[in-house]
């Protein structure tokens, strides 16, 4: 069975149905993704100003699904999730649950798609990804400047792709 014909596991997720998901500890985020719920629509939330998607996933150890709102870099097709926690010594709480369990949604704008992810290797294909990160999201630079770890990236793309 290839990837293609394989069942998402979160098929059944839907966007805007706030109940089928983990409450969210933060209040920004919760925020945010209210105002996406009730506008249906990534565009009713930024972060400093420039454009998310919001990423659905399962949590690694609840199994419940989590969702987190991130910077919006896309490149033909596949969007990257960067792990950057604002340049903290350690990863977010999302980057353990996309470890375990890579199969996610991606929200942009209104619609939504599923995706798998994978870390990026180091080496070109992460230079690269990196690269567009940065120049979609300058800060994404002094992050990594502040932090001893790497920060992780996960490029997530079409299943079958």
């Known amino acids: 069975m290839d990837d293609s014909s394989a069942r998402h596991d979160l098929d059944a997720a839907a966007i805007g149905d706030p109940a ?14 209210r105002d996406i719920d009730a506008a249906g629509d990534t565009a009713a939330a930024t972060i400093q100003d420039r454009p998310v998607v919001v990423i659905t996933m399962r949590g690694a150890r ?9 910077m919006r870099v ?14 903290a010594p350690e990863h977010p709480a ?13 929200q942009d704008g209104a ?21 567009r990160a940065v120049q979609t999201f ?7 400047e502040k932090t001893d770890r790497l920060i ?8 079958g792709g």
């Open 111 to 131: 619609s939504q798609q599923a995706l798998r992810g994978a870390r990026a290797r180091r080496g070109r294909e992460r230079d690269a990804w990196w690269e």
């Open 138 to 144: 300058p800060s994404y630079a002094d992050y990594q």
């Open 20 to 33: 089928a998901y983990l409450p969210e500890k933060s209040d920004w985020v919760a925020t945010q993704l």
């Open 94 to 106: 999302w980057y353990y649950n996309v470890a375990k369990n890579p199969d996610v949604l991606v």
């Open 74 to 87: 896309e490149h033909e097709g596949s969007y990257l999730a960067v792990a950057s926690k604002g340049g």
């Open 152 to 159: 992780p990236v996960f490029v997530l793309e079409p299943l």
């Open 62 to 70: 609840s199994g419940m699904l989590r969702r987190v709102p991130l």
